[in-house]
Structures are given as C-alpha cells and as structure tokens.
C-alpha cells in the first residue's frame, strides 16, 4: 500500500491499527474456520456437507431466504414508492418504523412473530381457520425472514426513487407515453440496479439468519430445520469438524453474495453517473 | 410549483400521476403489510409482557437472573462499542483522508462480518478459544477462560457489530473532503488538534448515529452469543439469551417482559436516529 503526498498526519498509526484490528477480530478468526476444515480431509468434508439432514437444512436456508427476499422486494419497492411519492397521516412515523428489523433484537422479533403466527395468535388465528398455518412451519421461517430483511430493500430503493429526476417523467408523458409506460419503461429500469442491491442484502441476511427463525420455525430435522441451527446442534454435540464444514459451504455462499452486491453497487453508481 | 402549472397543467396531472384510487390502494396495501409484518409485532411484545398485569410485568423485571442479564448485556456493550468506536475512527481517517492502493478491498473486508452469518461468527471464537480449539489446551493449562465466559461474549459481540460505527463514519468523511484539515495543518494546528477540533465536530452526528446502531445491535445480539455463551444462568446470559431461555421454559409473560425492554431499546434507537437525521438535514439546508 502506497500513500501519495498528503500534508495530513497520521496515515501510518491509523492503517496499522485498521489493519492490525481488522486481523485480530474479523481476519484470523474466519482463517481459523477454513484451517479447521482443511484437517478434515476432503472426503469427510464432503461427506458431511451432502448428508441428507445437511442438503435439507441449505435447502430450506436458502429456499426461505429467496423467497423472503422476492417478497421484499416487491412489498419494499411498493413501501419505498409510497412513502416517496405519495403523503398521507403518520407517513413519518412510518417512515421512521421502518428501520424496527434493524433495531430490534432477533430472539425479541421471533418470540413476537410466534405469539401472532401460532394458530391461536392475533392473525395466525385467521390464517389457521384458512387452513394455513404458519408458525412452526417452513412458512413461518419466510415470515421471519421477512420481517428480517424488509428496511434492506426500502432503504436501498428509496434514496434512489427520491432523487429520480421528475423532468424526465414529464417527457416521457409529454411525447405521449401513458403512466404504466412511463413507469416500467422510464422509472423501472432507474432503480432496477438499487432493487437488486437491496434484494441481494436482504438475501444474504436472511441465509445467515438465527435469532428470529428458531421461535417460529419449529426445528424439525429434514423439515424446518434451518442449516445455523444444525450448525449449532452439531457443536452441541461436540461434533466440531462436522460443525466447521457446514459453517464453510455457508461462509462461501456469503463470499460470493458480498461480490455480487459489491458488482451490483458498482453498476448501480456507474448507472446512476 | 406556481411555474409548473403555467407551463404544463394538463399533462402533469394526468401522466406524472397515478390515478387517485390507484394512490390510495397503495398507499393501504402498503400499511397492511407493514401492520402485518412490523406493527402488529411490536404491539404485541408489550401486550404479552403486560398479560398478566403490571405488578407481574414488575416481578419478572426484578427477578435477579433477569437483573444479572441486564447488568451483563451492559457491560458487554460498553466494552464492545468504544473498541469498535476507536477501530471506526482509525479506519475513517485512513480510508478518507489518504489516497492508497487496496482501498476497496480494505473497505470490502470491513464489511464482511455483515454477510457472515452470527451462528458462524460465534464458532470461529469456539474453535480458536474452545477446549478442542486451536489455543484451547494453553488456554486451559493457564486456567484462562474465555468461552462460555464473559470475553467470548465480548469477542463475539465485537464481531458482529464490527462495520456499524466505521460504515457510517467512512462515507461521511469521504464526502466532507479534506480540506479542512489541510488548512487546519498547514495553518499550524498538531494532527490531534485538527482531529479533536475540525474533523470530530465535522462528523458529530454521523459518528452518534453509528454509535446507536452500533450499541443497539450489541445489546441485541442473539446468534453469536448464543454460540460462545453456553447458557449458564445468572452468569453468562444475556438479556436476549435470558428471553430464549424463559421462553422455552414456557414462562411467556416473563420472556415477553425482558423482550419489552430490547423493544423499548429499538424505539430509542429508532427515535435517536430520527432525531439525528433531522439534525443532520438542518445542518445540511443551513450551510447552503
């Protein structure tokens, strides 16, 4: 690293001690994870990782977390435009709760989500005269992932959508393009590099997710058993190595999430310049 | 607005709007969801904490193994926050105020404990400071514990609420350039001169908004401490831990009572960051 002439002290102590903190908490711990897995040898770790009881439990993490993140980013495009475009009593207010899944705690989402989505819950009651129960099922973890990952598309779409330039729409309808038009052809493809960014987080987030899922999920093996769980089931019973390789497959579905957004981020500055 | 119904009244009514019923289903699709998914549960963890009255809401509170879980979740964040603090500063002085090669992936490697999921930020520590761990048999041998003991809920909690304070500090100062400082130095103030009197008040309200985040996701962590706690009663509980514990010990109004403090928490984290950002805008309108 290479610093070019600057006037401005402290440049060396504050990289060092960027560096030499980023190591101690983040960088050595994530090695120590991939060194442990590497003592598995290959034939173990994949063992381990294509275990019926493991397949499920990415399947179920993953699938969740996808379609979580589809609702999210229809419902958040559709929060983001209104609170936007349109006003209305409490906008504010709403405007303000809309961070609640970033400042609540995860155990404190779950246990409330439960108490609403059990059969005899608020609105799981409902629901369950439907036919449709929700908590304790693979439906109840896409609710939780939900709630986890709803500011994430919101807040990414929203300064976006905010800054859209209204002259332009004016145009579009102007040279005769009817609403709908002007909207999917003229606005869409603007944010369309922000929604993707905000799915993606909301993605990877709710992957990775514990707190809020355990509550509602019911934890059945094979059927609502979410992959952090089982990482934390193995751990429980001592089985370490089994533990560090599910953790790794996750870990590298992260890495290439965090690439993606970071691409995804790059596009969206390049669009939007 | 006057300028713009001159030029084009017809065209801005009819084609830069959508339709009133089109507004207002909406608007009222948009509250149902967010009632559903955000309102509704929020109520309802101070309706279930109040269940069975204020008297037992009170008892539940006073309970010592919920006191000690208070006093825990305190003190692992004022000692979580101001080291992450420090880190976030040292990082926003180097990254904005310097040009130097892997700045990017610097600012990528920041940001990854925020794709790393909390179960895995809890197990890295296990199995570096874990009996079986790496360090564990040294660690042993010195009689120093660290999992299931007070520092790993240190540690992990430091994980996991590593980018909060730099994420919002980096951008900020980024934006805000560095002549200020220049002149500052060159007008002959010392580097801490120019940090403590140019650059702090610069960023006042930006570093207290990632100081909120920061603390409220320390006090809220539940996944990686859940891993390095090992759940001892009374000693290395958290106040999330304490609500996962009564909760599956079926004492609900309990739980739900410890979980309306961490909901009171998000609301003053939430009002905070409200508050600052309305700062923030006025300082923004006011030096234009």
């Keep these: ?116 989505y059990a059969d005899n819950g608020w609105i799981g009651q409902y629901l369950a ?15 939780a992932l939900t709630f986890i990952g709803l500011p994430f598309v919101v807040r990414t779409v929203q300064p976006v959508l905010a800054d859209l330039d209204r002259e332009v729409e004016e145009a579009a309808a102007s040279l005769g393009a009817t609403r709908w038009q002007t909207i999917s052809r003229v606005i869409f493809p603007t944010i369309m590099p922000a929604l ?78 | ?26 608007i009222a699709i948009t509250l149902v969801f967010l009632t559903a998914f955000l309102f509704v549960p929020l109520l309802s963890v101070f309706v279930e904490a109040l269940r069975n009255g204020v008297d037992a809401y009170w008892e539940a509170l006073k309970e010592p193994d919920a006191l000690s879980a208070i006093k825990l979740t305190v003190l692992v964040a004022v000692i979580a926050v101001p080291l992450n603090l420090v880190f976030g500063l040292a990082a926003a002085w180097a990254i904005a105020k310097f040009e130097f090669r892997g700045k990017s992936l610097l600012i990528t490697l920041i940001d990854l404990p925020f794709s790393v999921s ?16 790496w360090m564990g048999p040294w660690l042993a041998e010195h009689d120093i514990q660290l999992i299931f003991a007070v520092p790993g809920l240190v540690l992990a909690t430091l994980f996991v609420t590593f980018p909060f304070i730099a994420r919002e500090l980096i951008p900020l100062m980024q934006e805000q350039g560095k002549e200020e400082e220049e002149a500052a130095v060159s007008l002959g103030a010392s580097g801490w001169q120019t940090f403590w009197h140019v650059t702090l008040p610069n960023v006042k309200w930006g570093l207290l908004y990632g100081v909120i985040l920061c603390n409220a996701r320390a006090m809220g962590e539940f996944g990686a401490v859940s891993v390095v706690s090992g759940h001892i009663r009374g000693f290395t509980n958290t106040m999330p831990l304490h609500v996962e514990v009564l909760y599956n010990e079926y004492n609900f109004v309990a739980a739900f009572a410890v979980a309306s403090l961490l909901a009171l928490l998000a609301l003053v984290t939430l009002i905070a960051k409200t508050w600052v950002e309305w700062h923030t805008q006025r300082e923004r309108s006011a030096a234009h």
């Design chain 1, 129 to 143: 005269a439907q036919g449709i129960k929700v908590a304790y099922t693979p439906l109840g973890i896409v609710v």
């Design chain 2, 1 to 26: 607005m006057s300028n713009a119904n001159v030029t084009a009244p017809i065209p801005r009514n009819i084609a830069t709007r959508e339709a009133t019923w089109v507004r207002w289903l909406l």
């Design chain 2, 118 to 133: 909390p179960v895995i930020a809890g197990l890295v520590y296990v199995l570096l400071f874990g009996l079986q761990g």
């Design chain 1, 1 to 116: 690293m290479i610093k070019k002439h600057s006037i401005l002290p402290g440049f060396g102590p504050a990289l060092g001690f960027t560096i030499f903190y980023l190591s101690l908490v983040v960088l050595i711990p994530l090695s120590a994870l991939f060194l442990k897995s590497a003592t598995l040898g290959w034939e173990q770790f994949w063992a381990t990782v294509t275990a019926p009881r493991v397949l499920a439990s990415y399947k179920l993490s993953f699938g969740t977390a996808l379609i979580a993140a589809l609702i999210n980013a229809v419902f958040g495009l559709l929060v983001a435009w209104v609170l936007v475009r349109y006003n209305f009593i409490g906008k504010r207010v709403v405007d303000a709760l809309v961070d609640l899944p970033f400042a609540l705690p995860t155990a404190v989402a779950g246990i409330a989500l439960t108490a609403i």
């Design chain 1, 196 to 273: 993707l960014t905000g799915f993606a987080l909301a993605f990877a987030r709710a992957v990775g997710e514990y707190g809020s899922v355990i509550f509602i999920a019911g934890n059945m093996p094979m059927v609502s058993e979410i992959a952090p769980l089982l990482i934390i089931t193995k751990l429980e019973q001592f089985q370490y190595a089994e533990a560090t390789a599910i953790a790794v497959v996750m870990l590298i579905a992260s890495f290439i999430l965090l690439l993606a957004i970071n691409l995804l981020q790059w596009w969206s500055r390049r669009r939007l310049a």
